[in-house]
């Protein structure tokens, strides 16, 4: 059956049935159809459409079939133009010629644009919650090793010694802030579009702010045309998802390097690795490298319905189908995604020696032996020039921060002190830096009771 068709002389031909077929992805958006069409039959009834009876026929008739679409052998060879066609004529088949009435003063327009903002406000709930979880057993990781020293890098150079918490602790504030971006997306999403027709507004009297509180929508949309030409929402979606795919690829990146026998910082578990077809001794972190590639399909998306957007005339047109594919996808990307690399997390374990090794060997500690100085008197500048000096000096010597005396630093300039030695271990200039945000122990303990108390207030 068509929704349409009253004005052609002949029906499609096959090879265009075919070609715009969208019910094989579409379908994704059944349980929202049905939602979104019970709320539209109490409206109908609102306006004397439908009367009581109708109306309860109508909801139970759809009630069943949520149920039944459960099966996945329910859209097998259905041939049905799309998702809202087959609910149509699902319902047809349960309550006969009333079924007709269900669609009056509706659009597809504005029924697609209601569907998809209620599976998308499902789907950015369900990633937050993955979000969170993530980031708990980031917190939970941080609190195993929380005095592990490691050194930060810039340039992929060691740069200064900062505690394993404090390094996590970055990746909790990128997921934060992903958090907050998910939160404003969906604030856009959370707007209902019923009653605006394909472009001009219903001409029935509907309560738009009755069918949206019934659904749970924050507010109704302002232009009706807007509602039929408007996919920002789900833009919004995909600029958030891509930036949160951003943050998880530099956290594999990252521990596909410290896990790697040159770093030997992380064991990766057995559970989220692989081996090699060819060399026995390969322990591959194919979850991680995975997670890294899924990036790009995301990414894409996002691209994609930009340029299917970018030349439209008002309001819809049939170019907006192409929407659903990309959003649906990078949707399951992500949610994916979130789940591998919090069971990552949560089994991979820090070997600590490594990393202080490489902390206490590099001259990581170069810049606490400047600042010691700045605060002792020594202008930064020269201060900077001394403490380069002697890394320069230490490494034609081959000389390590631990090989130094506190009457070699004195001999070496006068500038310093003997007491300025113990700067030479790394812990001891952490120390130093107490800012909120440093990496200063005392501080990154305070930061990671914060972090949890902010998670708490987040799954609220």
Same mark, same amino acid.
């Given at each position: *059956? ?7 002389e002949q029906g499609p031909s096959e090879v265009f049935e075919r070609f715009s077929e969208s019910l094989h992805f579409d379908k994704e958006l059944l349980s929202a159809d049905v939602r979104g069409s019970q709320a ?33 052998? !329910? ?95 970055? @990746? ?19 707007? *209902?579009?019923?009653?605006?027709? +394909? ?37 919004? !979606?995909? @600029? ?61 998306? *996002? ?37 591998? *690399? ?33 605060? +002792? ?81 987040l799954a609220r």
């Open positions: *059956m068509k929704l349409w068709g009253g004005r052609f539209f039959a109490r409206a109908l009834e609102r306006v004397g459409i439908l009367d009581a009876a109708d109306r309860a026929r109508l909801i139970a008739a759809f009630d069943e079939i949520s149920r039944e679409a459960k099966d996945p052998a !329910y859209f097998a060879d259905a041939g049905d133009e799309d998702v809202h066609t087959l609910v149509i004529r699902k319902l047809k088949e349960k309550a006969g010629g009333l079924a007709d009435k269900i669609h009056t003063g509706r659009s597809r327009n504005e029924q697609v644009s209601l569907d998809t903002r209620l599976w998308l406000r499902d789907t950015i709930d369900g990633t937050r919650g993955l979000l969170r979880a993530l980031m708990r057993a980031l917190m939970d990781c941080a609190n195993r090793d929380r005095d592990a020293v490691i050194p930060g890098y810039t340039h992929l150079r060691r740069a200064q010694p900062v505690l394993w918490a404090h390094y996590l602790l970055a @990746y909790f504030e990128m997921f934060a802030r992903d958090l907050e971006r998910l939160e404003q997306a969906r604030a856009r999403v959370n707007v *209902m579009p019923l009653g605006s027709g +394909a472009l001009a507004g219903s001409g029935f009297p509907f309560d738009r702010e009755a069918i949206a509180a019934e659904l749970g929508f924050a507010a109704v949309t302002r232009n009706s045309m807007d509602v039929s030409a408007d996919r920002d929402f789900a833009l919004d !979606y995909l @600029y958030a998802a891509s930036v949160l795919m951003l943050h998880l690829s530099r956290l594999c990146e990252d521990w596909i390097l410290y896990s790697s026998d040159e770093f030997r910082w992380l064991e990766l578990a057995d559970g989220v690795t692989s081996g090699s077809s060819l060399m026995p001794q390969k322990k591959n972190p194919d979850s991680l490298e995975l997670i890294r590639g899924k990036c790009g399909r995301v990414f894409g998306a *996002m691209n994609s319905l930009f340029m299917t957007l970018k030349g439209l005339p008002m309001t819809y047109n049939r170019d907006m189908q192409e929407d659903k594919e990309p959003l649906f996808d990078a949707a399951a990307q992500v949610k994916a995604s979130l789940e591998m *690399m919090r069971v990552v997390v949560e089994t991979a374990r820090l070997n600590p020696g490594p990393p202080r090794q490489a902390a206490e060997e590099s001259w990581a500690v170069a810049t606490d032996l400047a600042e010691a100085l700045a605060r +002792a008197g020594t202008p930064f500048h020269q201060a900077h020039q001394i403490a380069g000096k002697l890394v320069l000096h230490s490494i034609q010597l081959g000389k390590k921060p631990s090989d130094w005396t506190g009457a070699e630093l004195e001999q070496f300039a006068p500038e310093f002190t003997k007491d300025m030695v113990r700067l030479m271990n790394p812990t001891e200039g952490m120390k130093t830096r107490t800012v909120r945000g440093g990496t200063a122990p005392d501080t990154v303990a305070a930061a990671l009771d914060e972090a949890a108390r902010r998670l708490e207030d």
